[in-house]
């Protein structure tokens, strides 16, 4: 059974860091490339990051420089490291593995449940 479970989100000011972990089983995590979408209220899904199985990353331009995607094939977990938080960046937070080549949410093969993050001003 396929499973993503997301876990770090949680309320913090603007300016500060969170650390987002994606737990996969269910699959052969090092075969596949791990992404993070975040979807704010009343907005759609959009990307965030991510990384492929071999380490290689991809950043939305909005987070680059302030966000790090990276794995650990050895525990099946996706991580995301979020700092210089703003306000904007309050979402529900999802990870979520794809086999193929395209970054569209459409395309994921297998999807988390969400983490809410949330920035105060």
């Known amino acids: 059974q396929v499973q993503l479970l997301e876990s770090g989100g949680g309320l913090v000011q603007a300016g500060g860091s969170l650390r987002l972990a994606c737990a996969a089983s269910g699959f052969t995590f090092s075969n596949v490339r791990m992404n993070w979408f975040r979807q704010a209220p009343g907005k759609e899904r959009v990307f965030v990051a991510a990384t492929s199985w071999s380490g290689n990353t991809y950043y939305a331009d909005s987070v680059k420089g302030r966000f790090t995607v990276s794995r650990d094939n050895s525990k099946n977990t996706a991580y995301l490291d979020m700092k210089t938080l703003k306000p904007e960046d309050t979402a529900v937070y999802y990870c979520?593995?794809?086999?193929?080549?395209?970054?569209?949410?459409?395309?994921?093969?297998?999807w988390g449940t969400g983490t809410l993050v949330t920035v105060s001003s």
């Open positions: 979520a593995a794809s086999e193929g080549s395209s970054f569209m949410a459409d395309a994921m093969d297998y």
